[in-house]
């Protein structure tokens, strides 16, 4: 009979030290699934961020004819001034960076700027973007990623649609125009009606 109080009280410890440990394996799971994510996401960071000078964003949405009822997407989008250039322009613009720092800075400068109700920053790898809503998209990436994407943009983008590269071209994809910004190239191709 001694014992069994003795025991009671060692199985209420075990009982607790089990929950206790459960618990903080619980939130060390949390933790190391945020580490985990934020490495994935650093993992796939495919472009370094450079961003693109003001004058370049302005002709880039000119070159686009970016207007009110325009969706705009921009892949890469660092610290958010061309969506937020574009949603001054009366645009819904949604911006796509991998960078966790870039997205929590961007999304600062458009609460600064005061387009939260038209612009919208995602953390997202590009290569995964469902680019369908999109009527504008604008890049500044590297040649290699641009041919990545380029399958995407002619297949999941409508006819009619204006994709924007600062610099770099799409191989055999020729540009419907270029223009130079302090002699910087900006390339702009439209999206073909299916069956060309």
């Known amino acids: 009979m001694r014992n069994t109080p003795r025991f009671s009280l060692f199985a209420w410890l075990a009982v607790f030290a089990l929950a206790g440990f459960a618990s903080f394996q619980s939130g060390n799971l949390s933790a ?16 370094p961020f ?9 002709k880039m949405i000119e070159l686009a004819g970016v207007k009110k009822g325009d969706t705009v997407y921009d892949l890469g989008s660092g610290d958010g001034r061309i969506v937020i250039t574009a949603a001054k322009k009366g ?8 960078d966790g720092d870039l997205v ?12 939260q109700n038209s ?8 290569l995964t973007v469902d680019l369908s809503a999109a009527s504008v998209v604008t890049m500044y990436l590297l040649p290699d990623v641009n041919l990545k994407l380029k399958p995407n943009l002619l297949s ?15 191989g055999d994809w020729k540009p419907d125009k270029t223009e130079r910004v302090d002699g910087r190239a900006i390339h702009l191709w439209t999206i073909p009606a299916k069956g060309r």
């Open 104 to 115: 929590k800075e961007s999304r600062e400068n458009v609460r600064k700027a005061g387009v």
């Open 32 to 47: 190391l699934t945020s580490v985990a994510q934020a490495q994935d996401f650093d993992s796939k960071k495919i472009v």
């Open 156 to 170: 999941q983008l409508k006819p009619g649609s204006r994709v924007v590269s600062h610099s770099f071209d799409m």
């Open 50 to 58: 450079v961003p693109t000078p003001q004058e370049v964003v302005d």
């Open 119 to 126: 612009a919208e920053i995602r953390q997202q790898d590009i």
């Open 91 to 98: 645009a819904k613009a949604v911006g796509f960076e991998i």
